[in-house]
C-alpha cells in the first residue's frame, strides 16, 4: 500500500492550498482518513480526520478554515486550507487506515511541505 501526497507549496498569509492524498496497492476497504502536519521541533499533531462515512473530526486551531473531504472511488482525502496562517507552517502527512489481506494498518504517506509567508 502507498499513500501519495501532493499540493503543498509556498503561499502568502490568508492564501489557499489543496492537499490531496491518494491511496494504492492492495485494498479492501479504507476505514478513516486524516491528515497531520509536524512544524519544525514541534510533536506531529492532528490536523482533521474523516472516516468511511463523512463524520468529520478537526482541530481546534483550524476549524473555519480547512475541510477534509474524501472520494472512496478514488480512494483519496483532500484538505482544503483557506484563510492560512504562518502557524500552519508544518509537513503535512496524509494517513489512512486500510483493510488488506494483511490485516487492518494505519499507513502514512511520505509528507508534504506548506509554507505560509507573513
Known amino acids: 500500500v502507498q499513500l501519495q501526497a501532493s499540493g503543498g507549496g509556498l503561499v502568502q498569509a490568508g492564501g489557499s492550498l489543496r492537499l490531496s492524498c491518494a491511496a494504492s496497492g492492495s485494498i479492501f476497504s479504507i476505514n478513516d482518513m486524516g491528515w497531520y502536519r509536524q512544524a519544525p521541533g514541534k510533536q506531529r499533531e492532528l490536523v482533521a480526520t474523516i472516516t468511511s462515512g463523512g463524520s468529520t473530526n478537526y482541530a481546534d486551531s483550524v476549524k473555519g478554515r480547512f475541510t477534509i473531504s474524501r472520494d472512496n472511488t478514488e480512494n483519496t482525502v483532500y484538505l482544503q486550507m483557506n484563510s492560512l496562517k504562518p502557524d500552519d507552517t508544518a509537513v503535512y502527512y496524509c494517513?489512512?487506515?486500510?483493510?488488506?489481506?494483511?490485516?487492518?494498518?494505519?499507513?502514512w504517506g511520505q509528507g508534504t511541505q506548506v509554507t505560509v509567508s507573513s
Open positions: 494517513n489512512a487506515h486500510i483493510s488488506n489481506w494483511l490485516g487492518d494498518s494505519d499507513y
